[in-house]
């Protein structure tokens, strides 16, 4: 079964503080893997897009990572602030033959306190 | 501004009374999709068109209809509402040929069936 699971499932950190959001998938054929930035009661907006050769890939100081033999993936976010209090969201995209379909996980709650 | 634009915001209904959300992009993306979110889930694709009059189903399309009967409109249709499609709706789209490119999504239609 194609599953996406991310971890933690909730965080609490310092504004200023770093922090980095974990993503593990079982999907196949592996086509890429995105990351979400959603605020509450708002649509998901891309940060990354990393596609099986990519290693990383930043936005910003988001920094996503990809390790497609262990078929795991990292968000880190460096010198967090207030905005950045979230839901992220790990996508994965697999390949068929009419449209490729996407595989969300559940995401991980970042909040960010002063 | 490039968008996907979803009405209604909100939406109060009561049951098996049929109800009709718009979505609309200006991007002259091919591909669009609807998705629903509930807690402790990821999202779940509902259904999706690859380009006009080419629709089908995702992974939880009970009790929805949709039509695409033009490049930036597509509707969600629920014919007889229940209690359990209380739900966060949200519209994406993207360029189909590229499977690597950006989905973008509304900003989200919240339902409430009574």
């Known amino acids: 079964k194609n599953q996406v699971e991310q971890s933690p499932q909730s965080l609490i950190i310092l504004e200023g503080k770093n922090c980095t959001l974990q993503?593990?998938?079982?999907?196949?054929?592996?086509?890429?893997l995105r990351w979400y930035k959603q605020d509450t009661g708002r649509g998901p907006v891309s940060l990354t897009i990393?596609?099986?050769?990519?290693n990383t890939k930043s936005n910003g100081r988001y920094t996503a990572t990809l390790d497609a033999d262990t078929k795991q993936s990292s968000l880190h976010i460096t010198a967090s602030q207030l905005s950045d209090s979230a839901s992220y969201i790990c996508?994965?995209?697999?390949?068929?033959?009419?449209?490729?379909?996407?595989?969300f996980g559940t995401g991980t709650q970042l909040k960010v306190e002063l | 501004e490039a968008q996907v634009t979803q009405n209604p915001r909100y939406l109060i209904t009561v049951t098996g009374k049929k109800l009709t959300v718009t979505c609309s992009q200006n991007m002259n993306h091919e591909y669009m999709s609807w998705y629903r979110q509930d807690p402790g889930l990821g999202l779940r694709q509902i259904y999706y068109?690859?380009?006009?009059?080419?629709?089908d189903k995702g992974d939880v399309p009970e009790g929805y209809k949709v039509s695409r009967k033009e490049k930036r409109n597509f509707p969600l249709i629920l014919e007889s509402p229940s209690p359990n499609q209380t739900s966060l709706y949200f519209c994406?789209?993207?360029?189909?040929?590229?499977?690597?490119?950006?989905?973008?999504f509304g900003s989200g239609t919240q339902l409430s069936v009574l």
């Open positions: 994406a789209s993207r360029h189909y040929r590229a499977p690597n490119e950006k989905l973008f």
């Open positions: 068109s690859m380009n006009v009059e080419v629709t």
């Open positions: 990393m596609t099986f050769s990519e």
């Open positions: 996508v994965v995209t697999i390949l068929t033959g009419g449209g490729n379909k996407l595989t």
């Open positions: 993503c593990n998938y079982t999907v196949s054929p592996f086509s890429n």
